[in-house]
């Protein structure tokens, strides 16, 4: 099953800036990248020519001739099969990483070819644009994230998701709406934001072709960590990765480097940080003790939390059995708590252009995360199915006085005071009801 994606949309708006750049498609590997650009090559342009330097040497060996665009698409024409022509022409460089002077020949394109349309993408492309190794200034960037839920439900429920799409008000949703939106998410739990691994399991193909591509991602994660990284941080890389789900199981989700080596110091597992960050593979959330604009002025850099960059992922580097989710085992209750903040910071991250912090008062209060929202800040918290005390909440409201404070659970859609309570499965529409209500 094709499962179309909200990007192509802000593909389309790139094509028609006429002060557009070359662009460099940035995420994690098997996130949908390559389908996204030949989808939207196939529905926008005349021509795609499409080029992946993975394993080509002698496609990289073209970029060592010249950095002249015009020659380069000279010789590059007999490699494609359609026409090469400005405007009418989407060229996709994939892969890109694996060729440095193809990278910075894109600063020629931005300078002298202007009229050519070109997309750049790579599996680790955040991990080489991390090294300075791209043109400064001469690119666009967009970020590309796993599936959303909302994009799950396009494919799983049409009629729900044209319900969510097309509901105006802030009222309770009816029951039969409500429960069927929920049977849904929690399919999506199941998983997750690969999109391979979504079309798998809403083909039918069975629960066993599911999980057997969720390994087959993170065995291809597993081999990248060896591939591309200093082989001294190999190692803390993979320790890092491994121990998410020991870091997320705890109440307080702060993460503990004892956890990834007994012993181990910040100092020694900081660059290993920073790649998996780099790949698209980890979000590290720091903590804030002030309220303040802009929030970032106020991290605790000694404090932070890290979640998977997809649920799904989570779920199978856990090694917890699906089933536990479809039927809602009480074994499945402490971590059930994990996955759904994991699931709400995926989904707040494309909405909001400052990503989330959590804040501490002292260790008598901690709010799951805050987002920045124009000038406000609001507090969030995320309950597992419909229990909904909150006293860090409470004690935020308190001291800060926000406009708005939401609350994520299983409970129906409901505004209460200065209070939103937004169902788990409408986390994707967050800035949408925000921009109601403020």
Known sequence: MRIERDIVQQLEAWKANPRRKPLILQGAR?????????????????????????????????????????????????????????????????????????????????????EYAIIAAGSLLGVSLSTGCFPVGKVDFLPMYPLTFREFLRADAPDLFDFAENRQTIDELPCIIF???????????????????????????????????????????????????????????????????????????????????????????????????????????????????????????????????????LRRLAKLPPEIILNQSPLYSEFKGAMNENFVLQALIPQFEVTPRYWTSNGKAEVDFIIQNGLDIIPIEVKSEHSVASKSLSVYNELYNPKLRIRYSMNNLKKDGNLLNIPLFLADYTKSLIDRII
């Not at 529905?43 to 330097?53: D, E, L, M, N, R």
């Not at 022509?85 to 202007?114: G, H, M, R, V, W």
């Not at 997320?248 to 181990?264: D, M, Q, S, T």
């Open 179 to 313: 429960n069927r939106l929920a049977e849904s998410f929690n399919r999506y739990r199941v998983t997750g934001g690969m999109p391979e691994v979504a079309s798998v399991f809403l083909d039918n193909l069975g629960m066993e072709a599911t999980e057997n591509v969720l390994t087959s991602i993170l065995n291809a994660y597993a081999n990248d960590f060896a591939k591309h990284a200093v082989p001294g941080n190999i190692p803390r890389i993979t320790a890092i990765w491994n121990s998410l789900p020991s870091q997320l199981a705890r109440e307080n989700r702060k993460f503990l480097y004892k956890l990834v080596k007994p012993g181990a110091r910040a100092r020694e597992y900081e660059d290993a940080l920073l790649w998996l960050q780099h790949a698209g593979l980890v979000y590290r959330i720091f903590a804030n003790t002030k309220p303040g604009l802009p929030i970032s002025a106020y991290d605790d850099l000694t404090a932070f939390k890290m979640y998977c960059s997809d649920i799904g992922l």
């Open 30 to 114: 098997q996130i949908g990248k390559t389908d996204v650009m030949q989808t939207f090559g196939k529905q926008s342009f005349a021509h795609t020519a499409y080029f992946s330097f993975e394993n080509n040497d002698e496609l990289q060996q073209i970029f060592d001739t010249t950095k002249d665009p015009h020659r380069l698409l000279g010789i590059l024409q007999p490699y494609t099969s359609v026409a090469i022509e400005p405007q009418n022409t989407l060229i996709i460089f994939d892969e890109i990483q694996e060729c440095n002077k193809a990278l910075n020949s894109l600063k020629y394109f931005c300078e002298e070819a202007p």
